[in-house]
């Protein structure tokens, strides 16, 4: 297996105030790339908001493939988002790329 540091992009289409975005980036606490060599490094946070409430979700992500690693934060982030209330008409995800890969080679 490989830890992925995977960024998933997003829009607030609601008004979503501080506190909900705390709770938020509560939640995406146990993938929070800031557990990786690169996310230590660059001091990735796991939730990063927009002045036009487009956001950044960044997660730690252990696969077997960068597909799987995709996949997987995506459902991570929506499961993350649900927690808190929001759902996809509110807080639209986009495609998942991977933007790290934390691995001894």
């Known amino acids: 297996m490989t830890t992925y540091v995977i ?5 607030f289409t609601a008004e979503v105030g501080q506190e909900t ?18 996310g230590s490094e660059q001091d990735l946070d796991p939730l990063t908001v927009n002045e036009d409430d487009t956001f950044t979700i960044r ?3 252990d696969a077997d493939s960068a597909p799987l690693a995709e996949e997987d ?5 929506d499961s993350a988002l649900r927690a808190v209330g929001l759902d996809d008409t509110e807080a639209p995800l986009g495609p998942a790329v991977v933007t790290g890969i934390d691995s001894d080679l």
């Open 7 to 11: 960024t998933v992009p997003g829009t």
């Open 21 to 38: 975005r705390a709770r938020l980036g509560r939640a995406l606490r146990p993938v929070d790339p800031h557990h990786t060599r690169m």
């Open 59 to 61: 997660l730690a992500v």
């Open 73 to 77: 934060a995506r459902r991570l982030a």
